[in-house]
């Protein structure tokens, strides 16, 4: 298994826990961490922004990143939200057996 960390931002807190709630719940991220808010500063559509958003970090795999990206699409409020996976070279073995274990699919009972 490859780890990813997929970074994104959410416009505030109560979007940011539902997405990563649901993304542990669909077992597309073993863990999601929503950090505090923070200001953002950005051009978009040739105008400077500035904005209070909420950072979300999914650890997951690369194998499954095509799910999430395209789960984290689907329920994200900005037009083109970031999505980013950065990969996770190396770690503490069991944590990675850990979220490897977390982010397998369940068979249907």
């Known amino acids: 298994m490859e780890a990813v960390l997929v970074i994104s931002n959410l416009p505030d807190q109560d979007s940011a826990?539902?997405?990563a709630q649901e993304a542990v719940t669909a077992r597309l991220a073993a863990c999601v961490n929503v950090l505090a808010p923070c200001s953002?500063?950005?051009r978009?559509?040739?105008?400077?922004e500035r904005a209070i958003e909420v950072p979300v970090l999914f650890k997951t795999s690369k194998q499954r990143y095509p799910e999430l990206e395209a789960f984290i699409r689907a329920r994200h409020p900005?037009?083109?939200p970031e999505i980013v996976a950065v990969p996770i070279e190396t770690g503490l073995p069991?944590?990675?057996?850990?979220?490897?274990l977390e982010i397998t699919p369940k068979p249907l009972q």
């Open 44 to 48: 978009w559509q040739g105008k400077l």
């Open 78 to 80: 900005y037009e083109l």
């Open 94 to 100: 069991a944590y990675l057996h850990w979220l490897a």
């Open 17 to 19: 826990q539902a997405l």
């Open 40 to 42: 953002s500063v950005y």
